[in-house]
């Protein structure tokens, strides 16, 4: 595809030979001269500059930076994103239900569904039009699929799971398994029912190995737009706001509601029972302990507003020598501004 | 069923009307006339007095907070976990082996077992009566299964690991995976043949994704009655005590001993070679560094005794404060304390 | 085997009754007079003076704590090590494929190859001489797997995954699953195709559960010799260097780059784009946030050298304490010197 075109169909102006026919993405370090690069990080400014790509994506302030054919946009990564998947379009599906493949006869499958080898399918089981069931996938009973969502290999769907249009759910995955829910009885522990679904939107993403747990008594719920990085736990009645973005390893304690456009980063935990409101950001391996009423950056263990945060675990870095000084002062607090 | 045959099927009294009909269990605030609620959080105080729930549980103390038909018990989450149970029966087992398991012919099944599609049972596996395999699980050589237990889909159990009786286990969970064994041979590492076993007691439920290794010499020892929650790491020849119960991604290092009946939040992590007593109580994301001899609640990175931990995060929050005001007095301590 | 000819092969000396008969190995506390056992940690002295062992692997300096037969090394774990894979040699493969076994016509197989169970592979796949796949295991399009390697059951490996020689990974490990990649379009994130595979070397270990995602642009490598524990998140574009080995409920952010013979704890966090030298030690739950330069033991959050962390933990358990200590010096500096 001619740079000319692609600038057109990502949103972007073109800088030098528009004419540059490209076939494939690449790193600044390795692209060739049929690839395209993108510049976005200050810090790979030399790699830029020693670039054989036939051609660069990177912001109008960068422009000056290159000398060779240029893709101009305003969210060069963006714009990236959708060249990269012009250029690379995901293999074309080819429906059909493998003879291996284990499917109810109460299941009920849209058009063009694809159906891989040794998937399970129970009953009552629905799937949209164009959904794709990974190889040895279980797709539990009363699941619903929605229109063109796909499933990884190996993807565990338990029963009363909803998954909404154009999702991907990557291998390992289990949804809808019971809640962590239990009651004390005099030292041991009786499970409590858990009778909720898990309920997923349009456009979610789910990792490998993430779990996200049914409600007990209501659903646990994933909004639209939502995208779940790996080994992530998802707890019992938890909520997850529409376009929020989650990174690996994070656990989110049942009943917990969080906002919309949210980007939690990875390693972060939070209690129980909190409300987060939309717009937040929380920094990696924080933990969340109480509700957050106010957008902004949220840091530390537990997780205040990150500017206090930094501050503080600056001063813990010098935490020895303050107390050094203290005892100083202690003994001789009269010289001690002498030193 | 009507509330007074549940108030004495679970354990408590009622007040109103215990001809009540109950059809199901809900939260208080999507309950309607013929649901069960329950109340045990103050919180929710508003949602109480909006019900629209045919009868609530609660605590004798706060049976004066509805005015509706009420089960009274002493441990109100306790009677409606039970109640729930009641009101929504798990469905019943049909037992019978799909024609699509691999079942290996030196392998002894009980009455009554379920094997569904695609499990795989290896040889001289035992499975207890009534033992329920689910859809894609994996039942290596030797393995025992004790009565009643239940497999999730995708269960994955490797070869000589033991389960007792009536247990839970979801999918993704690996038991018996090679423990980290490796020692080092001049930069390169060698591994340490892994030799033990899993050895899980009766009652235990196993989250989603979760992974037991097996010890390297010894067994790895899950007590009876324990609980663990979703993508939890217990490494080679960890022991947990019975009735413990386990909160998710929480890690346990190689040969420690946790105590029965404790309680231990998400994402802590624990060193290895520890030796925790019994009644021990771990707050989230707390870094375990040392034995517990003393029953209580253990907090922080390293975790020491709640309290003090709770004193000393306060103060974190104070610290850029307090260095500017050691700063101060260095400088000029004599007018210090006229400010 | 005689402990002579076993001292011979794992290359240590005798002491005492070189033509003791050894069967097996155990723990010190179970070991019988048949077997082997080892001592390396002094807590264990009471149970070497107690151990009815047919013979212990120690050191030179400790040879004379124990009277019986002796297997004298400098690395007792490491010769301990060779002889448990003496005295108890895994299971001789039988090669074959098993007829549920799901192949396409394309995939090129080796001498002496196993495949388990249900195990699916699919087209252009290669399988080296003597690999074995496991139970269940998928072996996505254009994978390759190194001769001698071996995949427990269960096992995922995505498109184009390549897997060098003599490996060994757990089940329920994903590799190849798409990276989190995502550019943000005015609130709604877009995803960014990842092209990249997911390259693995020689000798390397994989633990249960474990995640490793394909690259975006470039491959995401493992180097030779390189052991992963259980539960831990490799991100795109992540590069581990050969020897490293990494404890389980890491979570290795994207294209962050980690040396040769690194040792990283449990529950380590990296952020992205980091590069740590080689040898570089890192204590379990530290989160490392910037690149490390120099070898040595870094700790804490966020990670600086361990042994300043130390210094300011144990502060930061007085800090209540030095808070008080701090505002009675505000209010009486001229007395504080003299309590």
Redesign the interface.
Known sequence: MRLSELAQRVGGSVAGDGARELLG???LA?AGATELSFFV?R?YRRQLADTAAGAVVLAPGDSGLFAGPRLIAN?P??A???A??LL?P?PQLSPGIDP?A?IHASARLGQGVQVQ??A?IEADAQLGDGVQIG??C?V?EGVVVGAGSRL???V?L?AGTQIGARC?I???A?LG??G??????R???????Q?GRVVVGDDV?I???T?I?RGA??DTVIGN?V?L???I?V?HGVHIGD?T?I???V?I?GSTVIGR?CVIA??V?F?G?LHICDHVTVT??S?V?RSITRPGVYSG??A?EAR?WR??????????E??R??LR??????D??D?
């Open positions: 993405v690449a790193t390795r990080n810090r969210n990564y963006l990236f994103a959708r990269a998947a690379h995901a291996t284990r080898v040794q399970v190889a040895a279980y539990g990884a290999p190996r565990t338990l991907l990557h291998p390992g289990v398994a019971d962590f829910g239990l009651a004390n009885d030292g041991v522990w009786v499970k409590v029912p009778l993403e990792g490998a190995n779990t747990d008594l209501d737009g995208k990085d790996n080994l736990q707890a376009h973005a990174a690996a390893c656990g304690s456009h990875g390693g935990g209690v029972h990696g391996m933990m302990t263990i537990p205040e206090g501050r503080n675990v600056s001063r813990f870095h010098q935490l020895d303050l107390a000084r203290l002062l202690e003994r001789s607090p009269k001690a501004h030193e």
